[in-house]
């Protein structure tokens, strides 16, 4: 696997293995038996964010890539009107929910080291904002809701291109061979909690 390369690199890769038996120490012999613990759930492929990302914007359905550019478009949107109401009613703490969005964001990846709690603050959000809004408080009420509406939307794009990523591993033993090989995916073992993987030759 070339430097930097991602799972999209497939084509030009050349993994080692002729298929998931060839692999040291995998738990299972051929792809048929891993398919089969993924539909009991005991086992379950975890996926890089980014290589989940670019693998989507190429192979995704139109449904899935309009769904995700949609939950785009709509941060960008709400970003503008944010800074258009400021300067409209002079209500200059409406800008900060452009920086609350960046902030935002950037936590709510599902990669996120404090993704745990991060998802804690996007279901306290909405009681947060409730709260505010019947107190008076509109525009902490407001900014409140960029935060949880960025949330909802980064986690929402997150899980349609991780899904159908995971699903297509699950269906093309040489897209997974290419995609375990550069470490954008691993195998889990649920009873055990054991994680199967390989450390890419770049790091």
Same mark, same amino acid.
């Given at each position: 696997?070339? *430097?930097?390369a991602t799972?999209?690199?497939?084509a030009e890769?050349?993994?080692?293995?002729? $298929?998931v038996?060839?692999?040291?120490?995998?738990p299972?012999?051929t792809?048929?038996?891993?398919?089969a613990?993924a539909?009991i759930? %005991?086992?379950?492929i $975890?996926?890089?964010?980014? #290589?989940a +990302?670019?693998w989507a914007?190429r =192979?995704?359905?139109g449904? @899935?890539?309009?769904?995700?550019?949609?939950l785009s478009l709509?941060?960008?949107t #709400?970003? !503008?009107a944010s800074? !258009?109401a #400021?300067?409209?009613?002079?209500?200059?703490?409406?800008?900060?929910a452009?920086?609350?969005?960046?902030? !935002?964001?950037?936590?709510?990846h *599902?990669a996120? *080291?404090? @993704?745990?709690?991060?998802?804690?603050? $996007?279901?306290? %959000?909405?009681v947060a =904002?409730?709260?505010?809004? =019947?107190?008076?408080?509109?525009?902490? +009420?407001t900014?409140v809701?960029?935060?949880?509406?960025?949330f +909802?939307?980064? @986690?929402?794009?997150?899980?349609?291109?991780?899904?159908?990523?995971?699903?297509?591993?699950l269906?093309?033993?040489e897209l997974?061979?290419?995609?375990?090989a %550069?470490?954008?995916c691993?195998?889990?073992?649920?009873r055990?909690?054991?994680?199967?993987?390989?450390? *890419?030759?770049?790091l």
């Amino acid at each position: 696997m070339k *430097p930097h390369a991602t799972v999209i690199d497939r084509a030009e890769s050349q993994p080692e293995w002729q $298929g998931v038996g060839d692999i040291a120490g995998f738990p299972f012999e051929t792809f048929d038996q891993m398919q089969a613990a993924a539909a009991i759930k %005991s086992f379950n492929i $975890g996926v890089d964010p980014l #290589a989940a +990302a670019q693998w989507a914007s190429r =192979f995704n359905d139109g449904t @899935r890539k309009a769904v995700v550019t949609a939950l785009s478009l709509l941060l960008v949107t #709400a970003a !503008v009107a944010s800074a !258009v109401a #400021a300067m409209v009613t002079g209500n200059y703490w409406l800008i900060a929910a452009v920086l609350i969005q960046g902030a !935002v964001f950037y936590v709510s990846h *599902p990669a996120s *080291p404090i @993704r745990k709690w991060v998802t804690v603050g $996007g279901a306290l %959000s909405v009681v947060a =904002f409730v709260d505010l809004l =019947f107190n008076g408080w509109v525009t902490a +009420a407001t900014l409140v809701a960029y935060a949880g509406l960025t949330f +909802a939307a980064v @986690r929402a794009a997150a899980f349609i291109t991780n899904s159908s990523f995971r699903k297509a591993l699950l269906k093309d033993e040489e897209l997974f061979l290419a995609a375990y090989a %550069s470490g954008a995916c691993t195998l889990r073992n649920n009873r055990t909690d054991r994680v199967y993987g390989v450390v *890419p030759d770049n790091l």
